[in-house]
């Protein structure tokens, strides 16, 4: 008898995931060929793949609250996954980033995380935009994802404005002041504040005077916007003026004067103020000659003053420029607003020591914010007089040795005549009590001048100045320095006029 070899057999291949049990069947074909029996096994060939896993976390990382123009990184992650996802990609104002992901191979899990990065800088713009993260196995029709929206924060900036849109507004007094709102883009939201003129501060979007005051509400109205950051503060300012129209009466004894601004007076001859039905108009003419020319030498001083007509009294501004073509500086402001008691009003600015950069152009610009009167400007020119007394000697320096010293200073303007030196020293505080060397000659101005001061008693500590002189006058520096003479040792014997003792004499 002879067995037969298989007919056939069967190759299978399972996904170990699918498979939860296998239950191995045989079949039995039986032939039979004489007196024997022949077994025929039909065999399950089984070929198991590896096993395939979804990820075990996709994640969005990256810093989500942040400052405008802050450059950050998003990261979208897969971790896990077996095999290596289809898709890992970011999405950010709804559109993908356009980016390979990288993928990286772990040989302990035998899975693999993939990933993709994408940095931007983040401003105003992407305030409340979502961010996404995508993984996709097609083969496991799996989809996983991560979101996040973006807070930015940002200050005002140029986005602050006034509604109406306004740059100044002229009122009756007594009239109603219209409501101007504040508005600014802010992130957080913005606080204001609301600064007069007159020392008036109100909070809120929203300015609400009411009705128009010729004292309270004439002048530059600002707004603040401001909003605190998790890092800094946001600031940021607009302005506008108010401008508040007076009505004056009088009766028919008076004479009619009226100040149309604060550089101009208007004179009516023969007015007929018989009634209130009497108006006239007014046309300003200087009311002062508003040019002053001062010549000054250096280290002289100045009190500039500035006289004024104005109803209400004004603020006065200070500008100074050295020469024609340079930008005017402010250099003080005059805030003494508002007043209505008194006609005349009085500015200045005092300059106690010029010196050569003091020299040039001063203005002093008064505004009472009355209509559209103009600004009313005081101009002093202040002249460098070249020749007068010689300008302080300066840069002092001293060196001291055993018995003597080593003075040396620097040669300033010699005041348009030429000047000579003295020095003085002294002992243990700064005075003139000893004079040294004198009419030391002038080497030119901006040289250093060494002179040697000898003798000196050793050990002692001595004070030095220097004085400059030309035919107008002495000029000393205003500084002393000192050193110590060194001690040798020696016993110092100080010169005595030795006195005989008296007699008594008898007569």
């Known amino acids: ?110 899975t693999y995380t993939s990933f993709v990065t994408e940095t931007r800088m983040i401003d105003r713009g992407y305030s409340s935009v979502p961010v ?38 002229e009122l009756d007094a007594g009239t109603q002041v219209p409501v101007i709102r504040c508005i600014a883009d802010c992130n957080p939201e913005c606080q204001y504040t609301w600064y007069l003129t007159s020392g008036i501060v109100k909070t809120g979007s929203e300015l609400n005077l009411g009705n128009a005051s010729s004292y309270w509400h004439i002048g530059e109205v600002k707004c603040k916007a401001e909003n605190d950051d998790f890092r800094k503060k946001y600031t940021a300012y607009i302005n506008f003026t108010m401008y508040i129209r007076h009505t004056y009466y009088t009766n028919e004894t008076t004479t009619c004067q009226y100040d149309c601004s604060t550089k101009s007076v208007l004179t009516i001859e023969h007015a007929e103020c018989l009634d209130h039905r009497s108006h006239y108009t007014c046309h300003a003419r200087p009311a002062h000659d508003n040019v002053y020319n001062f010549t000054l030498r250096e280290e002289e001083g100045i009190n500039l003053t500035a006289n004024y007509l104005s109803i209400p009294t004004p603020n006065v501004f200070w500008y100074f420029k050295h020469t024609p073509t340079s930008t005017n500086r402010r250099v003080y402001e005059d805030s003494s607003y508002g007043g ?121 500590s001595f004070f030095f100045t220097v004085s400059a002189t030309n035919i107008n006058g002495t000029t000393e520096s205003d500084t002393y320095v ?26």
């Not at 000192?482 to 007569?507: A, E, F």
């Open 132 to 169: 996404f993260c995508f993984v996709t196995m097609t083969n496991l029709a799996y989809t996983g994802f991560d979101s996040e929206t973006l807070d930015v924060h940002y200050g005002p900036g140029s986005s602050i404005r006034l509604s109406p849109n306004i740059t100044s507004i």
């Open 482 to 507: 000192n050193c110590t003479t060194s001690k040798t040792g020696k016993l110092l014997i100080i010169p005595m006029l030795i006195v005989p003792p008296l007699r008594q004499v008898s007569y």
């Open 340 to 460: 209505q008691d008194n006609f005349y009003y009085t500015s200045q600015y005092e300059i106690k020591d010029i010196r050569s950069y003091d020299f040039g152009q001063y203005l002093a610009v008064a505004i009472n914010y009355v209509w559209n009167a103009p600004d009313s400007t005081i101009i002093f020119n202040i002249f460098q007089d070249k020749t007068g007394w010689p300008l302080r000697p300066y840069d002092l320096e001293v060196r001291c040795t055993e018995n003597s010293a080593e003075l040396s200073w620097i040669s300033a303007y010699n005041g348009g005549s030429m000047q000579t030196f003295t020095s003085y020293y002294s002992y243990f505080k700064p005075g003139n009590d000893n004079r040294g060397p004198e009419e030391i000659t002038d080497t030119g101005e901006g040289t250093r001048i060494k002179i040697n001061i000898q003798p000196l008693y050793p050990g002692y």
């Open 1 to 110: 008898m002879q067995c037969l070899k298989p007919a056939f057999s069967v190759k299978h291949t399972l996904r170990t995931d699918a498979i939860s049990s296998l239950n191995a069947h045989s079949w039995t074909h039986t032939m039979t060929k004489g007196l024997h029996d022949c077994l025929c096994f039909v065999i399950f060939i089984l070929t198991v793949g590896k096993l395939q896993v979804k990820p075990t976390d996709v994640r969005l990382e990256g810093v989500f609250t942040v400052e405008e123009n802050d450059t950050v990184a998003f990261t979208c992650t897969s971790i896990g996954s077996r095999p290596a996802p289809n898709v890992t990609t970011l999405y950010i104002y709804n559109e993908p980033v356009n980016k390979s992901s990288t993928v990286v191979y772990d040989n302990i899990t035998d």
